[in-house]
């Protein structure tokens, strides 16, 4: 999942039907009061980029990897969180996720 690597950045205003949409960092958002978003990177880390102080981006790190044949990840916080998610869309421009519970 190559393509799945890099910064993406949340486009809230395009979620729909349960599922997050998320655009490549540098991409010509709205104007919005912060904007979360999220990193897969080659390695197996992962960074969750939460809306911190003064709506600048706070990272927290964590780990992905692979959990399904259907394009499911499994995220794990540095926290211990874990969380599913579902790749449902993927392209150079555009990120669909479905967001799941523990696995």
Known sequence: MTELCGRWVHSFEEDHDGIRVYRPAGYDFPRARGRDGIEFRPDGSYVDWAIGRGDAGE??????????ENGGLEVTTAAGEHRVVRVVRIDKDR?????GGPP
């Not at 990272?59 to 399904?68: L, V």
């Not at 990120?95 to 967001?99: A, K, Q």
Request: glycine fraction near 6%.
């Open 59 to 68: 990272a927290r790190d964590g780990t992905w990897e692979s959990s399904t």
């Open 95 to 99: 990120l669909e996720l479905e967001v």
